[in-house]
Nanobody, 120 residues
Framework: QVQLVESGGGLVQAGDSLRLSCAAS????????MGWFRQAPGKEREFVSR????????SYADSVKGRFTISRDNANNMVYLQMNSLKPEDTAVYYC?????????????WGQGTQVTVSS
């Protein structure tokens, strides 16, 4: 099992920045990819970004490319999401997730989420 705990959410104004953190614990060696997802009120959960523990390769949703940066700290089992130039449409609950296989589309472990609210 892998436990994930997000932190760093809050209320900011449009154009501001926030950094989300995700602390992974437990059998972290069983996870190969870490991802960030978000869910806005009344909408489905959507992919934001992901990073591989091993080679650090990353991927982003088109809506956040150029504004968000995902990074990892392997030594401390931490993953971060630096969010710049925030927009009101970025308002959502942000979830950290982990999956065991780089080839799978299924994320096996999820955190409880952290709220990000961007005011205009």
């Amino acid at each position: 099992q892998v436990q994930l705990v997000e932190s760093g959410g809050g209320l900011v104004q449009a154009g501001d920045s926030l950094r989300l953190s995700c602390a992974a614990s437990g059998r972290t060696s069983s996870s190969s990819v870490m991802g960030w997802f978000r869910q806005a009120p009344g909408k489905e959960r959507e992919f934001v970004s992901r990073i591989r523990w091993g080679d650090g390769s990353t991927s982003y949703a088109d809506s956040v490319k150029g504004r968000f940066t995902i990074s990892r700290d392997n030594a401390n089992n931490m993953v971060y999401l630096q969010m710049n130039s925030l927009k009101p449409e970025d308002t959502a609950v942000y979830y950290c997730a982990a999956k065991r296989s780089v080839y799978s589309t299924t994320y096996n472990y999820w955190g409880q989420g952290t709220q990000v609210t961007v005011s205009s």
